[in-house]
T-cell receptor, first 110, second 114 residues
């Protein structure tokens, strides 16, 4: 199946720091989505990207659709304790299957 | 409230005892899907459905069955559960046929097979 590799696998940061994570694919995606999963809950959609090169923000979150269409990036500015969770990239392949990345676990230290 | 409802939240069962995890959505979404989540592997798609009576295998369909007789319901059936199916399961639905608009997820079902 399709592999979406996320890095880093985990991050431990101080409150107030900025965070950067990325997601790479072995094949082209036409849509990139970023989700956050709080402990014990289902993932929640944060940002959707539909065009190569697109840069989209949602509050302190900014995501970019890589120009090669094989990668995407998520940045979180001025992290706060409630940013803790697992962040997933995701997207549909050229068929109808939908894939999630391996996840980046974020811990924010107050 | 727009939501995806899964039941049960927690389930412990024995090897070989058939079980069904129910999933229902109230948003009139076409696309529904089941995922399992295991540490370090992210979420892997088990089955998906693009509409009533249309179901397809995802990446890890072995040992699972699904049905889509009505638009709102998409149950996951384990005919003969085995310990390697111990996992956290999520049902999700999306507007549109390829989930490009993003999923709404249920709260998850934590299944333990002993």
């Amino acid at each position: 199946g399709q592999q979406l590799n996320q890095s880093p696998q985990s991050m431990f940061i101080q409150e107030g720091e900025d965070v950067s994570m990325n997601c790479t694919s072995s094949s082209i995606f036409n849509t990139w989505l970023w989700y956050k999963q709080d402990p014990g809950e289902g993932p929640v959609l944060l940002i959707a990207l539909y065009k190569a090169g697109e840069l989209t923000s949602n509050g302190r979150l900014t995501a970019q659709f890589g120009i090669t269409r094989k990668d995407s990036f998520l940045n979180i500015s001025a992290s706060i304790p409630s940013d803790v969770g697992i962040y997933f990239c995701a997207g549909p392949n050229t068929g109808n299957q939908f894939y999630f990345g391996t996840g980046t676990s974020l811990t924010v230290i107050p | 409230e727009a939501q995806v409802t899964q039941n049960p939240r927690y389930l412990i069962t024995v090897t070989g005892k058939k079980l069904t995890v129910t999933c229902s959505q109230n948003m009139n979404h076409e696309y529904m899907s089941w995922y399992r989540q295991d540490p370090g592997l992210g979420l892997r798609q088990i089955y998906y459905s693009m509409n009533v009576e249309v179901t397809d295998k995802g990446d890890v369909p072995e040992g699972y069955k699904v049905s889509r007789k009505e638009k709102r319901n998409f149950p996951l059936i384990l005919e003969s559960p085995s310990p390697n199916q111990t996992s956290l399961y999520f049902c999700a639905s999306s507007l549109g046929t390829r989930a490009s608009y993003g999923y709404t997820f249920g709260s998850g079902t934590r299944l333990t097979v002993v």
